[in-house]
């Protein structure tokens, strides 16, 4: 079955009582038992819902792995990653990876004592100096948030399988539609189904997939016991823009490639972060493992003048100021104040988010008027 195919099809039934074609929204806290324990599958909501196991069927599909779960963000989906671990284990991740990762990780995770090491990911040898009897996770965005930083899978995976470490792939930025971490060997799947698979702004929820059964089992015990559950009508709204990913990643890629090289060419325009370009340093791997460059990119502006930053972010028309990212409307985000605040700024220049860098979602409006308002907008600084 193709993509396309999927995206509307994969793991959705018709209602049985009614023949309804979209699935119910199943808005029920309980489920009515025959007798004490002898239940359909379903005997409270928190542990499972109809709709949600539509969606993560289809989620599932999406990247080729033999199970799927959904929680009510990104972030809870993360956690649940982080409650497998134990004080004294070790993770190995990226050095510009989300801000809320980062926090998470720091926060958090390391004050019950789990350690991670923050490395520049390109190189993937780098990882091996990082590895040892300790080391349970090797966790990595790519294309990374917010400096589109490409990391090569198969590579990492192949470290991975023989150092015997789990490793996860965040794959926000991407989307199933782009890149399948799992056929890379990547052992789990981490989305923010918020940005691209919800596609229109209007639902928080994370998912995770994975082919490895004892993975599953354990992270379904973790999302029931500790509740971080999607509701019914969130998984409804996911399961509606699912059916459009293929559609919408098209046009945000065709989008973000005009964009990107508008960009480029512009005389105040300085650096442009965006994988698609042939001298960008993970351009080769991309093109390997991606089947397409995406709408997301940063750029900064020449001059590096933080002020001058701030005034085109605060002048968009038809981009919106705003955090996140996926939805059919463009978005403009200011990282070290945005999405990366809760990372010290020392440590954000050493990965490249400089206090100027400026973040595109690129939406599906007409590219003409995107570039139009970036024109106007650049007229001003």
């Known amino acids: 079955m193709k993509f396309g195919t999927k995206a509307i099809h994969a793991g959705v039934h018709p209602d049985p009582s009614t023949g309804a074609i979209m699935t119910p929204i199943y808005q029920t806290s309980t489920y009515v038992q025959e007798s004490p324990g002898n239940h359909k599958g379903y005997a409270y909501a928190r542990g499972k ?3 949600r196991t539509q969606l993560e069927a289809n989620i599932a599909a999406l990247e080729n792995a033999k199970h799927g779960l959904c929680f009510s963000s990104g972030m809870g989906a993360i956690d649940a990653v982080m409650k497998m671990l134990k004080p004294g284990d070790e993770v190995v991740t990226g050095d510009d990876i989300y801000g809320g990762s980062y926090r998470i990780f720091t926060k958090v995770y390391a004050d019950f004592g789990i350690k991670f090491h923050f490395i520049d990911l390109y190189d993937a040898t780098q990882v091996k100096k990082y590895l040892n009897e300790n080391t349970k ?3 990595v965005e790519t294309p990374t948030n917010p400096t589109m930083k490409i990391v090569d899978i198969a590579a990492i ?5 023989s150092a015997g470490v789990m490793f996860a792939v965040d794959n926000t930025f991407a989307s199933p539609y782009l890149q399948n971490p799992l056929d890379l060997g990547a052992d789990l799947v981490m989305h923010s189904a918020t940005k691209y698979l919800g596609g229109h702004s209007d639902v928080v929820m994370g998912a995770l997939c994975t082919n490895d059964t004892a993975i599953h089992e354990k992270l379904a015990f973790i ?5 971080a559950n999607p509701g019914p009508q969130d998984c409804f709204l996911v399961l509606r823009g699912i059916k459009t990913l293929h559609l919408r990643m098209k046009a945000h890629c065709e989008n973000g490639r005009a964009v990107a090289h508008y960009l480029r060419q512009h005389p105040k325009v300085g650096l442009v972060n965006w994988p698609g370009f042939e001298d960008h340093p993970g351009y080769a791997i991309a093109k390997k493992q991606m089947r397409d460059f995406g709408g997301m990119l940063s750029f900064t502006l020449k001059s590096g003048n933080y002020d001058a930053a701030m005034t085109l972010a605060s002048s968009m028309e038809i981009f919106s100021l705003a955090e996140s990212l996926g939805g059919v409307e463009s978005l403009i985000g200011h990282p070290a104040s945005m999405t990366h605040a809760s990372i010290p700024r020392e440590e954000r220049l050493k990965a490249g988010v400089e206090d100027g860098l400026l973040r595109l979602s690129i939406g599906v409006e007409d590219v003409e008027d995107l570039i139009a ?8 600084v």
């Not at 995976?157 to 399988?161: F, L, N, Q, R, V």
């Not at 308002?373 to 001003?380: P, V």
């Open 137 to 139: 996770l090797i966790w």
């Open 49 to 51: 819902n109809p709709t």
């Open 157 to 161: 995976s192949a470290i991975a399988k």
């Open 223 to 227: 999302l029931n016991s500790c509740g």
């Open 373 to 380: 308002d970036l024109e106007q907008a650049l007229a001003k």
